[in-house]
């Protein structure tokens, strides 16, 4: 898909969307808030990308999209699919997911679950386990009555995989490549329940209602080894520097590898204890009526969100290891220095909104006018035990949209559209003066598949000078401006043959001139062919081959350090026959090593390695 690319940490799943890095995702419709660490897609039917700022439909969301993952429901008829899946990485998976109906078929049900014990590409455990199920009931053909229930639990490495770099972010030959600056354990436990309750009714035969209820609880316990400065002697024990933050100058030269004797990794022991408890709700009104010659396709909602989280950090000291030569301890508190309490806080989010959408139809449908509206109402408590200081924020905004659609043909149309949102900030600048939220807003014109944007996000925070009293000056007058193309296309010019391309062109930039962080600047593309068999002795085999190119990127937010540009290939074959498929994927088919995402100037993380997964499916 065009205008996405992932960044960050390979396990986090984060990504950015037309120029902005995008921190929320949405379940059906719903906000969640949950991560996507804790996700799977064993329950998820398909994802859904809805680019810009769709405030109208989703509230406070990120400017350059946002993505709906669309839970599985009870679908017609019986059927039932096992899969089993092995690869490299230690990797072995299962998932079963089974749908029949009951009663004439007025009860439905679906079920599915997974299974997974693998390691992440750099040793550390990657392993889910997930239960989910759903029932609807059709007590008349006007109404629906569902409920939903999901457990998920996973056990990841979030180790980040970060190497020493030069101040090109171009990694050192002489370490191996299985080796980071960070110790080989740093995992995270997730533990999520999820209860849903939902009813649909048609109220007559232009419009429906429907009314939904999400209770969701994530328990996270987080324990990883975090460095906090890095010395470098030479053979002879002279000290040459330490690492330097963001910002500074490198420290040390790497062209003369020999020259190190050792280096030397302070580090800290930390663990977080984090609690999420949300309920999240929602009615909406949809119909079709005639209006002043037109036909119109109208919806409202009211929703509301309230949520607690609870986030305890401690922290254990260490004296420095040699990097060069480590020595690991299957129990560091017994070496550790006393353990310290850095963060204890609670805080509880309460929010309110109201919108609605009207399409309006002109012109034997030729003409199609958008208008919307949306007001988001938040307040937030927070309470931090260590210092025993109280903090509350309250936050409003509205969201609009205006569009535009003329069909020049049955295949051909423009589009015009112009979007808003906002994001609640909270907080002071350095007199003590709250914030304001943060404000989006996205135009836009498209020709079929191909589309001209641009956005611009109001009232960034900038940081200024370190005043007398130590405090930094902090001011909002920032805007973040993104101006880009890009176009999606498929071609098929024989049955057996396909072709999709995405591509896309985008510069991110803030008052100042600075990239923004993590997105790639300039050209970005993603190419995908496969290529069917479809009669013959191999009838039902099948090829892919994709190429995804990630063009440079600023490494951290002072744009101090580049992130060179890379290109993945990406492997796909298989054989289907009958109720039957067997499908290799390989992920990195070459096995190239690249810069996934930086940390400073002196520390990068690098992408996954090449990764080869089997599956076998069958259906009955």
Do not use: C
Not at 236 to 261: H, M, Q
């Amino acid at each position: 898909v065009s205008g996405v690319t992932y960044s960050g940490n390979p396990m986090s799943g984060s990504y950015t969307i037309r120029g902005y890095q995008s921190t929320q995702t949405y379940r059906d419709g719903l906000r969640d808030y949950f991560g996507v660490m804790s996700d799977d897609s064993f329950s998820t039917e398909r994802m859904e990308l809805i680019k810009g700022p769709e405030g109208v439909l989703f509230g406070s969301i990120d400017v350059g999209g946002v993505l709906n993952r669309v839970s599985k429901i009870a679908m017609p008829g019986q059927f039932t699919t096992v899969s089993v899946g092995a690869g490299n990485n230690s990797f072995i998976r299962s998932e079963i997911d089974h749908n029949q109906n009951f009663a004439d078929e007025t009860v439905g049900v679906r079920l599915a679950g997974v299974w997974q014990d693998a390691e992440t590409y750099v040793g550390g455990p990657y392993d889910r386990t997930g239960l989910f199920g759903y029932v609807s009931w059709r007590p008349t053909s006007a109404t629906t009555v569902w409920t939903r229930f999901e457990h998920r639990t996973s056990n990841i490495d979030v180790t980040q995989s970060t190497y020493f770099t030069n101040s090109l972010s171009q990694l050192p030959t002489f370490l191996p490549r299985d080796i980071t600056s960070e110790e080989p354990w740093s995992n995270a436990d997730f533990r999520l329940n999820t209860y849903e309750l939902g009813l649909k009714h048609q109220l007559n035969s232009n419009w429906s209602a429907r009314a939904v209820a999400r209770l969701s609880a994530l328990d996270k316990y987080e324990e990883r080894l975090i460095k906090t400065r890095i010395e470098f002697f030479d053979r002879n024990g002279v000290y040459l520097g330490r690492e330097i933050p963001s910002g500074g100058r490198p420290a040390v030269n790497f062209n003369d590898n020999e020259n190190f004797g050792s280096i030397l990794m302070g580090r800290q022991r930390y663990i977080n204890e984090n609690y999420n408890g949300g309920l999240v709700g929602a009615f909406d009104l949809a119909g079709d009526f005639e209006l002043f010659g037109m036909n119109h396709k109208f919806f409202t909602y009211l929703g509301a969100e309230t949520v607690r989280t609870e986030n305890k950090t401690t922290v254990f000291s260490y004296s420095s290891f040699d990097f060069l030569a480590p020595v690991y301890n299957d129990t560091p508190e017994s070496n550790s220095g006393p353990a310290s309490v850095s963060g204890d806080t609670i805080a509880d989010t309460t929010n309110l909104n109201i919108g609605m959408q009207d399409n309006m139809y002109l012109f034997d449908d030729r003409l199609i006018f958008s208008a919307g509206a949306r007001y988001d109402y938040s307040i937030s408590d927070v309470y931090n035990a260590v210092g025993n200081r109280y903090s509350d924020d309250e936050n409003s905004g509205w969201s609009s949209k205006l569009g535009l659609v003329g069909k020049v043909t049955n295949d051909v149309s423009l589009y015009y559209n112009y979007t808003t949102t906002f994001l609640a900030q909270g907080g002071v600048d350095h007199n003590n003066r709250p914030f304001d939220n943060l404000e989006g807003v996205m135009e836009g014109t498209f020709t079929g598949t191909a589309s001209y944007f641009g956005s611009r996000l109001k009232n960034q925070i900038l940081s200024g000078d370190t005043l007398p009293d130590g405090t930094q000056e902090q001011v909002q007058l920032g805007v973040n401006k993104t101006d880009g193309w890009e176009t999606d296309l498929r071609w098929q010019p024989i049955p057996a043959w396909s072709l999709l391309v995405g591509y896309g062109d985008l510069t991110s930039l803030n008052d100042e001139g600075i990239r923004i962080r993590h997105v790639p600047q300039g050209p970005n593309y993603q190419i995908f062919s496969k290529y069917d068999f479809l009669k013959g002795p191999i009838k039902g085999l099948y090829v892919g081959l994709g190429y995804v190119y990630t063009n440079e990127r600023s490494g951290d937010n002072s744009d101090s350090f580049n992130l060179p540009s890379h290109g993945v290939y990406d492997l796909l074959a298989g054989y289907q026959r009958d109720n039957w498929r067997l499908q290799l994927n390989i992920k990195n088919l070459t096995d190239e090593i690249y810069i996934a995402t930086g940390g400073s100037p002196r520390r990068s993380v690098v992408g996954e390695y090449r990764n080869i997964r089997m599956t076998f499916t069958y259906t009955f």
